[in-house]
């Protein structure tokens, strides 16, 4: 077993992350991985007694939201400012694992984690957030796109920590969706997701939109082209939508796993986008029959 | 104190289980939460190959690990070392051949468990590998390993075939046939509590604490295949953790007794982890079904042929037994003339088939039940007329020749079903669906014999002791694995003798204490021992209104009446405390036995006495009528079972809350079989390894369920009831089938379960005539 230390200050646990410790927020994924053998820490630093609110609060500053990496997913989900600004990372938030993962797990330890399956992400990703780390000799903001570089990688130091994470408001969007797809309503691994912010013009046809997959690649997918596609289109005209669909399951290369096939991955990808049309999709019914 | 102590037990009352409250405070203790003041960790090294020939086994550097106390191979053992409940063809340790990944090659003792899995890992051996068999069909293949070489029918553990009537001939003169193949998974019991116990040997003596479904058949199964008389073990079940059938037969048992006789006078525990569990445990048995029915143009059955395949992994486990109430289920509860219904249960090199709910009785009844569907749809009946046509009454017989002698209640389950709103307003529902869904509502029957069947006795043993305190206590054999049969003792034997609970107590099995009683299985828990319970109150009744009489010289026992605490003189009025009564009475004579066996049947339905052996055929069946709502997400092909509906004959009551969880936790368990639950291996390898990958549903995945019973009169169960067990999972499966494929225009799933990746793969193939390619009409 593990020793553990809780740390008082920031100062204290920024040291402490210089020595080569491993930080336990959570747990959650933690203690999963330390229970397969994947990593064997000596010294975990808790993040509990932590007396920094910048860790833990969640607020604003103007144009942004600043959410410290400690908050945990039930706090952000009650969070008044979260629901105004950021409905699709509430909606992503709320299919997150269950009641108890949601009370224990946080927003920092879902990043961190880096899995394409972080429901997190693909919100964060059309939100344009952006990580702050913090090291001994200060602190740097990046892209939270940048920042993930793989599976379970990302563009933190060994002293640093994730600190905050600065979302910008968001008045252009009138529209926040997230959909997951999984093998059952909880407690789920997503085999697929997708956010979308759409914006509208007065006649309801798309003048802005952002879209983001998650377990589609080996971090979260984007696709310029894909967006570039529902331009204009009116949201109840199903036309613009299929070539929007057509476009990602062209563009992918998803992953099989015993969670599902490639094949499948592919599809619905561009199935979720369907989803978005407002109109009808009579001929889909039967299945797209794409691909 | 117990909330409910001051209450009278009643039969026919939801009365809350006596070790609700204490599980939920955490205080009633499961085998798993045993623990010594100082006590040793025992484990297993496990092969993680399928299938070779052990050479040897290399120890010596596992036994340099500071706190490890002694490691044991097959060669310490001193008995059989072979255990099974039937065949006895499982090691304990593998002394020849390793026949699966979860075969156990060494058992290992050590002060911690840090220490037992650092020394596991470090344990080694030699083998020659041997080619594996994975699939039914590569066991029969020419060339095929033998798994057990001694075994008269190779890798055929048991083959079958019933016949009736004129057999296939009959198909001759249907006017209609439809025809239907599936291949079902495996299913893992997924119970919280894994496999565990604890024991001690001491002064010669070994006793076992262990999460068990058989104590009683536990004891003489460890006590020859490690070399043990059986009056000198103890087997001790406490309330179990979850059963389901997977702990129908010996998991930690035997391990724990060779581990205890190694280090005498300590406590050892072993508890497996959910890896380990899903690897060694038991699942239900894979299977292949073919299926072809025929009707005449009016919708009555005329013929029926099955031909089933079970995957039984390497050991016979029960795969012999649940092969024999598949046979004897296959044709579900209609009338069909002719039959010719014929099946295997097959040995390969995957994880072991066994006992699971249902007992081979879900995969017969998944394939029947849509070989009915396809049927009503090819002659345009309802399908709920078309069962009705065909269900069976009292008195006829089943296809597989079984006469049903006792309580026949499908047709009055079908006439429930007719009348519930979700029936009557189901086409209002589906014409609602939003946009990108499809809604279907489809159903499905079944019956579920109860017991052993005419070979193997069905009997339980009930004693009852009147304390000196003047307080009743239950001697019960028959496991409680949460089903909650200990309260309806409780409630049958209250109610006779009209004491509170308070002056009720239970006796857990334990083969020191409580009298043989069978497994906790087959449906036959309450049913058996209910029968013996009541048979042994009104033996206690008379003894002690009789002693009454005697002691006051009054005229005779019937002059009292027993009311709580107390026995009431009538013609005086005077009340006598039991306790006093008590302290009149030797120990001897505040003792009632009494021993009950299940009817069995006299009926020759086949001349097989193999397939007698193994069960068939029954006498007392269970019935049921499944309705479920579905809708399907055409972008995903996510199925969301939106409501449900089932009417059971099960006799009567004893406890409507009791009837109403098993139904709903059959339910749940039977739509993870259909939707969720893919047991995915790899030549015998796991790829679905633990809950993580392994899907089970949730809460939010289980839809609103409206429960009801017909309430019919079982004239030989206590109070009129029969078992509920394991009908409400039987056909949950063919209700998703059926109801997905009226959502599809007649989509049909032939690997399942039916994940939302087939679903969609389903939506996407331009749908023909009912049931795309194989599953299809012929005529
Ligand atoms: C049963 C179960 C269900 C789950 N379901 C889901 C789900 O549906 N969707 C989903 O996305 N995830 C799910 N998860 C994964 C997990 O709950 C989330 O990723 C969660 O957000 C992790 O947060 P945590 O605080 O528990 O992280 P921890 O486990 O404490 O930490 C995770 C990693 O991040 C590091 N870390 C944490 N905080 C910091 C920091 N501030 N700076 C630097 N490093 C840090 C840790 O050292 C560790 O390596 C599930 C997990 C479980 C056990």
């Known amino acids: 077993m593990p020793a553990v230390i809780l740390p008082q200050t920031l100062d204290e646990l920024l040291d402490l992350k210089a020595q080569g410790h491993t930080i336990l927020a959570g747990g959650t994924d933690l203690f999963v991985h330390m229970r397969n053998k994947k990593i064997q820490p000596q010294t975990l630093v808790c993040l509990d007694q932590l007396k920094d609110k910048g860790l833990r609060e969640v607020a604003d500053t103007g144009d942004e939201i600043c959410i410290g990496a400690a908050v945990t997913h039930s706090r952000l989900i009650q969070n008044p400012l979260v629901q105004q600004h950021f409905p699709v990372l509430i909606q992503a938030l709320d299919t997150l694992g269950s009641p108890q993962i949601r009370n224990m797990g946080t927003l920092g330890g879902n990043i961190m984690t880096a899995s394409p399956a972080g429901d997190s992400l693909p919100p964060l990703y059309v939100l344009d957030a952006q990580v702050e780390l913090a090291g001994k000799n200060g602190s740097r903001r990046m892209s939270l796109s940048r920042f993930i570089t793989g599976p379970g990688a990302t563009g933190l130091n060994p002293e640093e920590i994730l600190y905050r994470i600065w979302i910008p408001k968001q008045p252009s969007y009138d529209l926040h969706h997230f959909e997951k797809v999984g093998h059952r309503k909880s407690l789920s691994i997503a085999i697929l997701s997708m956010a979308a912010l759409i914006g509208l013009t007065g006649d309801r046809k798309i003048r802005a939109v952002r879209l983001a997959w998650g377990s589609l690649g080996k971090t979260i997918a984007t696709s310029p082209e894909t967006e570039k596609r529902l331009m204009g289109t009116p949201m109840d005209d199903p036309a613009g939508f299929i070539l929007a669909a057509a476009r990602i399951r062209e563009e992918v290369s998803p992953i099989s796993d015993v969670r599902a096939g490639a094949d499948y991955r592919r599809q619905v990808a561009g199935n979720l986008v369907l989803r978005l049309c407002q109109g009808p999709l009579e001929p889909l019914k039967q299945g797209p029959g794409a691909v | ?779």
Request: glycine share 10%; net charge negative; with cysteine.
């Open chain 2, 1 to 779: 104190m117990n909330l409910i102590s001051k209450t009278s037990p009643s039969v026919g009352a939801s009365q809350a289980r006596p070790d609700a409250l204490n599980k939920v405070m955490g205080h009633e203790k499961f085998a798993a939460d045993y623990y010594g003041p100082r006590h040793l960790w025992a484990g297993v090294r496990r092969a993680g190959i399928p299938h070779g020939r052990l050479i040897s086994v290399s120890t010596e550097a596992a036994k340099q690990v500071p706190g490890v106390k002694k490691i044991l191979t097959h060669k310490d053992v001193n008995g059989s070392n072979r255990q099974g409940v039937i065949q006895k063809d499982q090691p304990v340790l593998v002394d020849d051949r390793i026949r699966h990944c979860g075969d156990a090659l060494a058992l290992v003792i050590a002060e911690t468990s840090q220490a037992l899995e650092t020394a596991l890992a470090l344990i080694s051996f030699e083998y020659e590998a041997l080619p594996g068999i994975f699939t039914t069909a590569e066991a029969f293949q020419y060339g095929a390993p033998l798994i057990h070489p001694t075994h008269p029918g190779g890798n055929c553990l048991l083959s079958g075939q019933l016949v009736s009537g004129k057999g296939l001939e009959a198909f001759e003169a249907c006017d209609a046939i439809v025809e239907l193949t599936i291949d079902l998974p495996r299913q893992e019991h997924a119970y919280l509590e894994t496999e565990c116990g604890e024991a001690v040997y001491e002064k010669g003596e070994l006793s076992i604490v262990v999460s068990t479904q058989t104590p009683f058949r536990d004891r003489a199964e460890t006590a020859q295949a490690i070399g043990i008389s059986p009056e000198k073990l103890r087997i001790i079940a406490p309330y179990c953790g979850g059963g389901f059938g997977g702990k129908d037969g010996i998991t930690v048992q035997s391990l724990l007794g060779l581990a205890a006789m190694a280090c005498p006078d300590v406590p050892i525990k072993m508890m497996w982890s959910r890896e380990e569990s899903f690897l060694a445990g038991p699942k239900r048995h894979a299977a292949s079904l073919h299926y072809r029915l025929g009707a005449k143009q009016n919708g009555v059955f005329h013929a029926l042929e099955v031909r089933a395949d079970f995957d039984t992994g390497p050991y016979d486990h029960l795969g012999g037994a649940v092969l024999g109430l598949a046979l004897e289920h296959a044709g579900g509860p209609y009338r069909i003339p002719h039959a010719a219904i014929q099946g295997k249960a097959v040995y390969t090199n995957n994880t072991i088939g066994g006992a699971f709910r249902g007992f081979g009785v879900p995969q017969v009844a998944a394939a029947m039940e849509q070989a009915v569907d396809l049927m009503a749809e090819k002659l345009s009946l309802s399908p709920l007329d078309i069962r009705m046509k065909n269900a069976v009454q009292k008195g006829d017989k089943i296809p597989s020749g079984t006469t049903l002698k006792t309580s026949t209640g499908i047709r009055e389950c079908l006439a429930r079903l007719k009348a519930h709103p979700l029936y009557r307003e189901a086409d209002a529902w589906k014409k609602k669906a939003p946009a990108h869904m499809l809604r279907g509502s489809g159903m499905a029957c079944a019956l579920h014999g109860m017991g052993y069947g005419p070979f193997v006795p069905d009997t339980a043993i009930a004693k009852l002791e009147l304390t000196k305190q003047g307080r009743f206590k239950i001697y019960f054999g028959v496991v409680d694995m949460g089903q909650g049969n200990g309260v309806t003792f409780l409630q049958m034997a209250g109610d006779l003798l009209n004491q509170n609970y308070e002056n009720l107590e239970l006796v857990l099995p334990d083969t020191g204490l409580t009298l043989p009683c069978g497994s906790a299985s087959a449906s036959r828990s309450t049913y058996t021992f209910g029968n013996a319970l009541i048979q042994a109150v009104e033996t206690m009744k008379t003894r002690l209104t009789q002693r009454a009489a005697d002691s006051l010289m009054v005229g005779d026992g019937d002059e009292f009446c027993f009311i709580p605490g107390h026995l009431r003189h009538l013609p005086t009025g005077r009340e006598f405390p039991l306790a006093q009564l008590a302290a009149l009475l030797g120990p001897e004579e505040r003792i009632t036995i009494s021993r009950y066996r299940a009817l069995a049947s006299k009926e020759t339905v086949t001349q097989d006495t193999a397939l007698q052996m193994h069960g068939i055929p029954h006498t007392v069946f269970s019935y049921t009528a499944h309705l479920a709502h579905v809708e399907i997400d055409t972008l995903t092909g996510g199925i969301t079972v939106c409501n449900y509906t089932a009417v059971t004959d099960c006799g009567r009551l004893i406890n409507p809350d009791l009837y109403q969880q098993q139904m709903q936790g059959g339910i749940a368990q039977g739509l993870g079989y259909a939707l969720y639950e893919d047991f995915i291996t790899d030549k015998g390898r796991l790829l679905t390894a633990n809950l993580s990958t392994y899907i089970i549903p949730g809460a939010l995945d289980i839809p609103p369920m409206a429960l009801s019973s017909v309430d019919l009169q079982e004239n030989t169960g206590p109070f009129g009831m029969k078992g509920v067990g394991e009908i409400c999972i039987d056909p949950v499966l063919p209700a998703v089938a059926n109801a997905v494929a009226d959502a599809c225009g007649g989509g049909r799933c032939r690997q399942w379960p039916l994940t939302c990746e087939r679903m969609l793969e389903i939506l996407t193939i331009p749908v023909c005539p009912p049931g795309a390619d194989m599953n299809r009409s012929l005529i």
